[in-house]
Each structure stands twice: as C-alpha cells, then as structure tokens.
C-alpha cells in the first residue's frame, strides 16, 4: 500500500540486526515470559512452583540494536537490568505443539529487559498492569540475532550479565522453570505466533538497579554478547 493512502507516513517498520547479514530481522511483537527462573522467582518474593507461565509484552519500536547508548527512562528512580535468552520467530502458527516449537523458530540472541522497578511495584500492589514499569522507550536492548541453524542450544548454555565489568547475573539456560519449547507452545495456545514476534524467556537471579554512567555487559555462551551505556536522564 502507498504512503498516500495513510492520514500520514507510517513509522519506519521495528526491526533488529542480523549476524553476519546485512539483512534485518523485522520486529512485529515481543513477548516477555514472567519469572521463568526458581532463584529470580525467590529473590522476587514468590513461590518458585512450576505453575503455569505468564506472559507480559513490549511495543515492538521498545528494541533496539547493542552495542547502544541509552538515556536513563523518566519517572523511576530504580531501573533494573535483566539478563534474557529472545528467540525469534520465523514461522507463524496456534497451538504449536512442543516437539514442532524449533520449527517455528528463526533464531536466537540475548536481550536485557529493562524494567522501571519502582513503577512495577507500584502497579503490583494497585493490581493493575506492568506496562508503566516494562513497556517503555529502548527497554528492550538486544544483540544481533543469530540463524538457529548456528546456534548450538537453546537448553543449556550460560547466561550473565555485568556491570561495570562486575558479574551480577550468573545461571544456565537449563535453569529455566519452562523451557522455551514448552512456553512457546503455551504461549501460541493463546495467541497466534507470527513472522517477526519476538520471545523474552525471563531473567535469572541477581537483578539490581543501574544508573547514568554505568556499563552493562552480558551474553549467552555460543550465542551472541551485549554491552549497554546508561547515559544521563534524557
């Protein structure tokens, strides 16, 4: 469709680098998985029993490409990191079964899901939704997507996150409460998956706040390396 046939030109379509490509990897959604790791379930002062998973989201535009320098986001005093494997999707489908989930699955990275602690709480406690806290400007900074094809697991790898070259985050992939074959299945029984949707499968232990000047650093072995600057509030 021609720009003409919009009230005014569309926003330039979200999207992520490639590894090795000069290609792009278009952004249609992302989706969060919620305390997928027992420890960082502990830490946040829940029950880290195997029930169900749940899902929060991003606007697709909240990604962006590392290495990135990123003004510290208004209305918080308490921003947080939060290490994260994201899977991205390759191929649309409901009701995915598990055993048929890598099919769907176009590649791999690592993310960090930037979360305004101070206003998550806040809506904890009122009962109302996280997006004040999570689905904000550049809170979704994430490498280059790697090809699944190059990717050697999904299931067990380490995942870390530092700053200012001090460890923080520490875990294994295989510490995951639901693994990304079983939450991507549950997830695609509530909602279609398509091209482009993109999948934040929870943080380890370790989470802390991070301020104007600090360098964040992470990776999953095998799979690809970060760094974020936090840079003055803008």
């Known amino acids: 469709m021609s720009s003409d046939a919009y009230v005014f030109t569309p926003p330039e379509q979200a999207s992520l680098a490639v590894q090795g490509s000069d290609a792009r990897f278009p952004v249609r959604r992302i989706f969060c998985v919620g305390r997928n790791y027992a420890a960082h379930a502990i830490e946040m002062g829940k029950d880290p029993t195997r029930e169900a998973p749940f899902f929060f989201t991003k606007p697709a535009d909240a990604a962006l490409d590392t290495p990135c320098t990123i003004p510290y986001p208004p209305l918080t005093e308490n921003l947080h990191f939060e290490i994260e494997l994201i899977i991205a999707i390759g191929k649309g489908g409901a009701?995915?079964?598990?055993?048929?989930?890598?099919?769907?699955?176009?590649?791999?990275?690592?993310?960090?899901?930037?979360?305004?602690?101070?206003?998550?709480?806040?809506?904890?406690?009122?009962?109302?939704?996280?997006?004040?806290?999570?689905?904000?400007?550049?809170?979704?900074?994430?490498?280059?997507?790697?090809?699944?094809?190059?990717?050697?697991?999904?299931?067990?790898?380490?995942?870390?996150?530092?700053?200012?070259?001090?460890?923080?985050?520490?875990?294994?992939?295989?510490?995951?409460?639901?693994?990304?074959?079983?939450?991507?299945?549950?997830?695609?029984?509530?909602v279609t998956l398509a091209p482009g949707d993109i999948i934040m499968t929870g943080t380890p232990a370790g989470v802390g706040a991070i301020v104007a000047g600090d360098v964040v650093t992470g990776g999953v072995d095998g799979i690809g390396t970060l760094e974020v600057t936090i840079g003055p509030r803008a």
């Open 95 to 190: 009701d995915i079964a598990e055993a048929d989930v890598m099919d769907h699955v176009w590649g791999a990275s690592v993310g960090i899901d930037l979360t305004r602690r101070d206003l998550q709480n806040e809506a904890k406690i009122a009962g109302r939704p996280w997006d004040w806290g999570k689905a904000f400007d550049n809170s979704a900074p994430i490498a280059p997507i790697v090809p699944i094809a190059d990717v050697p697991s999904v299931e067990t790898a380490r995942i870390w996150l530092a700053v200012n070259g001090d460890i923080k985050q520490d875990a294994d992939l295989a510490e995951l409460i639901w693994s990304v074959r079983e939450h991507v299945s549950i997830l695609s029984q509530a």
